[in-house]
């Protein structure tokens, strides 16, 4: 690049009123504070190396809740408190493994496996029994009564071809979430799900599976994408795949947890709420550091800041880290059933896709809700954040939309994300510093201009 070009301005139709050239001179002094002395990064690893792990109802779950909460009061933020939550409690068993088996059931190969959330365990034993592949649910239907005694094993590969990995994800997701029941309606004694990341390694991806009350549970198991490519080789020449699957995996009685909440009140209209939100479970596998540890320290980083700056706008901006995402959503749902009289729920913002570069905003709500917010697009554009467009927000705060809440996504790269998602990979040496950094200072950006304007 020449320096010529380094050195023109970037051709954009900057507003000239007085108060838009106050909002962008703010918005400035966010953004260069935050690449200055911004905290996301250390708070984060300090988050994921002396806490780790956090699924709902775990010691871990309580030790990030603490930990969460104290790093409000550190800052001074006010209203800090939590509010009760039931959540259910899974725990991970110390035994799960799959081999492929000779017909007298002796080992050939060990496979890479992970319990699905909320699984069911197998019997001491194990289930040994063949594998059926399939890929979607269509074909499952048309092999009827082939599945009885079978495993499943469900074999959608990711569709790479999608720009934004979210969708492609959402293609392929319900094999994890729904393939249990799926088969179970046939008589399959068991599932093995290839993971639902796009990219081929040697990690089974988690995430829950859901049970339908009426069926039969069957126990249901993660496999690396290596491996589920390695099984449909096999199948393709063997006329049968036996495989033996063992987990001793546990569901206990629901267990207490919380919604951690800290504000920055407003000056103005202090029961007019902006919320920013993320959730502190995380899946039992790696930190829970773009999933979502890099939520959480956005929401605290973004109400930092304006706190450091002296930046109080005239609504309050409330900080929610939910309680439970991963396998029950009860933290969001719980949050939005408390009756809060005194007080409006004008937006909420969750940030829950990583902690990568952010790119925008995704707003789920009017055309006229958009219209209001889209023209703000002027103030994230030096650092590339000015995709304001219609879409979802998120799921912890899913539960305000039926309230009338406006609801927004933060919106950022994608590439990665899947990469790390419910995997032991999901590390804080996966995240960028200067990324997570930027998601924080677009989010506080964000929720000072709606503070600020109301909508
Ligand atoms: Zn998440």
Same mark, same amino acid.
């Given at each position: 690049?020449?320096?010529?070009?380094?050195?023109?301005?970037?051709?954009?139709?900057?507003?000239?009123?007085?108060? =838009?050239?106050?909002?962008?001179?703010?918005?400035?002094?966010?953004?260069?504070?935050?690449?200055? #002395?911004?905290?996301?990064?250390?708070?984060?690893?300090?988050?994921?190396?002396?806490?780790?792990?956090?699924?709902?109802?775990?010691?871990?779950?309580?030790?990030?809740?603490?930990?969460?909460?104290?790093?409000?009061? =550190?800052?001074?933020?006010?209203?800090?408190?939590?509010?009760?939550?039931?959540?259910?409690?899974?725990?991970?068993?110390?035994?799960?493994?799959?081999?492929?088996?000779?017909?007298?059931?002796?080992?050939?190969?060990?496979?890479?496996?992970?319990?699905?959330?909320?699984?069911?365990?197998?019997?001491?034993?194990?289930?040994?029994?063949? /594998?059926?592949?399939?890929?979607?649910?269509?074909?499952?239907?048309?092999?009827?009564?082939?599945?009885?005694?079978?495993?499943?094993?469900?074999?959608?590969?990711?569709?790479?071809?999608?720009?934004?990995?979210?969708?492609?994800?959402?293609?392929?997701?319900?094999?994890?979430?729904?393939?249990?029941?799926?088969?179970?309606?046939?008589?399959?004694?068991?599932?093995?799900?290839?993971?639902?990341?796009?990219?081929?390694?040697?990690?089974?991806?988690?995430?829950?599976?859901?049970?339908?009350?009426?069926?039969?549970?069957?126990?249901?198991?993660?496999?690396?994408?290596?491996?589920?490519?390695?099984?449909?080789?096999?199948?393709?020449?063997?006329?049968?795949?036996?495989?033996?699957?063992?987990?001793?995996?546990?569901?206990?009685?629901?267990?207490?947890?919380?919604?951690?909440?800290?504000?920055?009140?407003?000056?103005?209209?202090?029961?007019?709420?902006?919320? /920013?939100?993320?959730?502190? #479970?995380?899946?039992?596998?790696?930190?829970?550091?773009?999933?979502?540890?890099?939520?959480?320290?956005?929401?605290?980083?973004?109400?930092?800041?304006?706190?450091?700056?002296?930046?109080?706008?005239?609504?309050?901006?409330?900080?929610?880290?939910?309680?439970?995402?991963?396998?029950?959503?009860?933290?969001?749902?719980?949050?939005?059933?408390?009756?809060?009289?005194?007080?409006?729920?004008?937006?909420?913002?969750?940030? #829950?896709?990583?902690?990568?570069?952010?790119?925008?905003?995704?707003?789920?709500?009017?055309?006229? =809700?958009?219209?209001?917010?889209?023209?703000?697009?002027?103030?994230?554009?030096?650092?590339?954040?000015?995709?304001?467009?219609?879409?979802?927000?998120?799921?912890?705060?899913?539960?305000?939309?039926?309230?009338?809440?406006?609801?927004?996504?933060?919106? +950022?790269?994608?590439?990665?994300?899947?990469?790390?998602?419910?995997? +032991?990979?999901?590390?804080?040496?996966?995240?960028?510093?200067?990324?997570? =950094?930027?998601?924080?200072?677009?989010?506080?950006?964000?929720?000072?201009?709606?503070?600020?304007?109301?909508?």
């Amino acid at each position: 690049m020449s320096l010529l070009l380094v050195l023109a301005p970037i051709a954009s139709s900057q507003p000239t009123d007085s108060l =838009q050239i106050a909002y962008i001179a703010t918005a400035k002094q966010i953004l260069t504070y935050g690449l200055s #002395d911004g905290k996301a990064y250390p708070m984060l690893r300090e988050f994921c190396t002396t806490i780790g792990n956090r699924l709902s109802g775990s010691v871990g779950d309580a030790r990030g809740i603490d930990w969460l909460k104290k790093k409000m009061e =550190q800052y001074n933020f006010e209203n800090v408190r939590l509010e009760p939550v039931t959540v259910p409690k899974w725990v991970r068993g110390t035994t799960e493994t799959a081999f492929i088996v000779d017909r007298n059931g002796k080992k050939i190969r060990s496979l890479r496996v992970a319990s699905l959330g909320m699984s069911i365990p197998t019997p001491t034993k194990g289930v040994t029994a063949e /594998i059926l592949e399939v890929i979607t649910f269509k074909q499952l239907d048309s092999l009827g009564p082939l599945v009885k005694g079978k495993i499943v094993f469900f074999n959608r590969a990711f569709d790479r071809t999608i720009f934004n990995t979210f969708p492609g994800y959402g293609a392929t997701v319900d094999q994890r979430s729904s393939g249990a029941a799926r088969a179970a309606a046939y008589g399959a004694v068991a599932v093995l799900v290839r993971s639902v990341t796009p990219v081929i390694d040697d990690h089974p991806h988690t995430g829950t599976v859901n049970y339908t009350d009426s069926l039969q549970k069957i126990p249901a198991a993660a496999v690396s994408t290596r491996d589920a490519e390695v099984l449909s080789e096999m199948l393709k020449s063997e006329k049968a795949v036996r495989i033996r699957l063992t987990m001793n995996c546990h569901t206990f009685p629901d267990a207490a947890s919380a919604n951690v909440i800290g504000e920055l009140r407003g000056s103005e209209r202090p029961n007019e709420i902006i919320l /920013i939100g993320g959730h502190h #479970d995380s899946w039992d596998k790696g930190q829970g550091a773009h999933d979502d540890g890099a939520g959480c320290i956005h929401v605290i980083e973004a109400i930092r800041i304006l706190k450091e700056l002296n930046i109080r706008p005239r609504r309050t901006i409330r900080a929610v880290m939910f309680a439970n995402e991963e396998n029950g959503l009860r933290g969001g749902k719980a949050y939005a059933a408390v009756e809060r009289p005194n007080e409006i729920h004008l937006a909420a913002i969750e940030s #829950d896709v990583g902690g990568f570069a952010p790119t925008g905003f995704t707003v789920q709500g009017t055309k006229d =809700q958009l219209n209001r917010i889209a023209p703000w697009s002027y103030l994230f554009t030096p650092m590339e954040a000015d995709r304001i467009t219609n879409g979802g927000s998120g799921a912890d705060i899913s539960p305000l939309v039926d309230k009338g809440v406006l609801t927004i996504g933060l919106r +950022e790269r994608t590439e990665r994300y899947f990469e790390y998602h419910h995997a +032991e990979t999901d590390v804080i040496g996966g995240v960028n510093e200067r990324e997570l =950094q930027l998601g924080a200072c677009a989010l506080a950006i964000m929720a000072w201009i709606l503070a600020e304007e109301g909508i």
